[in-house]
């Protein structure tokens, strides 16, 4: 049973315009979610992350939105640049649950920004 | 900062062959390791929470006796598959959380593991 949810696969965007990756989860003890990009060939690369005591994370070009009450948290990065290419995961950990920093990851959606 | 080196990259070996994989901190100490696994077109799964000087920590389904994990030091936790077979043939990636908590954690860049 998948716990993180990223249903889109597979995103293509123009350069310049916003990208938006989606993630749900449905478990209602996560409290702490981080997007991770990877190339091919090497391990994700941490990007930012959202506590759930906010809705909103900004860092430089990238911006995680969080909807707790939707159980929903989507990543957006504007503008696209074509070095954004790559495999963005959506993962989530309980914190406050005494799990303490395990992750629980979603599949990953692809992203192509075309030139 | 927070580099995590991973090694080897790439493994092939015969079905019975064990395979050690290291997972080094390289500018951070790190109490708490983690071992993923990954098949084509899946999340990451993880396998067990490598605790140093204690015991790893396994999911469920995992069989703590196939998959040997040692955490001798705040900069090492080694994987090791034993009596590997075609099945094992997967993508291995350990994380690591520098000391002090709250971080996020950082990986690797994963072991391709082939058991002909």
């Known amino acids: 049973d998948q716990q993180v949810k990223q249903n889109s696969p597979s995103l293509s965007v123009q350069e310049g315009r916003i990208s938006i990756l989606n993630c749900d989860y449905t478990n209602s003890m996560f409290d702490y979610f981080l997007w991770y990009k990877k190339y091919p060939a090497e391990g994700p690369t941490f990007l930012i992350s959202i506590s759930s005591i906010k809705d909103k994370n900004e860092d430089g070009r990238f911006t995680v939105f969080l909807n707790k009450s939707a159980k929903h948290l989507s990543l957006h990065i504007v503008p696209s640049q074509p070095g954004d290419s790559a495999v963005y995961f959506c993962?989530?950990?309980?914190?406050?649950?005494?799990?303490?920093?395990?992750?629980?990851f979603g599949k990953g959606t692809l992203l192509t920004v075309n030139p | 900062g927070a580099v995590v080196s991973q090694h080897p990259s790439r493994v092939i070996c015969k079905s019975g062959t064990s395979v050690k994989i290291e997972c080094r901190s390289l500018d951070f100490q790190a109490t708490t390791m983690f071992w993923y696994r990954q098949f084509p077109k899946k999340s990451l799964m993880l396998m067990a929470t490598?605790?140093?000087?204690?015991?790893?920590?396994?999911e469920q389904g995992v069989e703590k006796d196939k998959f040997l994990i040692n955490h001798a030091s705040l900069t090492l936790s080694t994987l090791t598959v034993t009596s590997a077979h075609p099945e094992d043939s997967s993508f291995y990636i350990c994380s690591a959380i520098p000391q002090g908590g709250n971080q996020p954690q950082h990986f690797g860049d994963g072991t391709r593991l082939s058991i002909l």
């Open positions: 490598s605790n140093e000087g204690s015991k790893a920590t396994y």
């Open positions: 993962a989530a950990s309980a914190r406050s649950g005494g799990s303490n920093y395990k992750l629980t």
